[in-house]
Nanobody, 120 residues
């Protein structure tokens, strides 16, 4: 069983930056593909970014490409989401997800989420 705990959310003005962290339990973090998803009020959860188990491959939703960067530190069992040039439409609960795979296709594990609010 893998537990994921997100942190780093908060309130920021448009144009600002935040860095989300997701700490994972377990000794096999380096074998897990990881990703970030988000859910805005009244909307379905949507994909934001993902990173392969080795960190060698990343992909992003079109809406965040060029502004967000996903990375991981396997020595610290942590995945990050650096969010720059934030917009009010980025406001959502952000969830960390993981799967025992090289590439995240379907998540096996989810965190509880961290709120990100971007004011205009």
């Amino acid at each position: 069983q893998v537990q994921l705990v997100e942190s780093g959310g908060g309130l920021v003005q448009a144009g600002g930056s935040l860095r989300l962290s997701c700490a994972a339990s377990g000794r096999t973090f380096s074998s897990y593909a990881m990703g970030w998803f988000r859910q805005a009020p009244g909307k379905e959860r949507e994909f934001v970014a993902r990173i392969s188990s080795t960190g060698g491959s990343t992909s992003y939703a079109a809406s965040v490409k060029g502004r967000f960067t996903i990375s991981r530190d396997n020595a610290k069992n942590t995945v990050y989401l650096q969010m720059n040039n934030l917009r009010p439409e980025d406001t959502a609960v952000y969830y960390c997800a993981g799967a025992s795979a090289v590439v995240l296709i379907k998540a096996d594990y989810w965190g509880q989420g961290t709120q990100v609010t971007v004011s205009s």
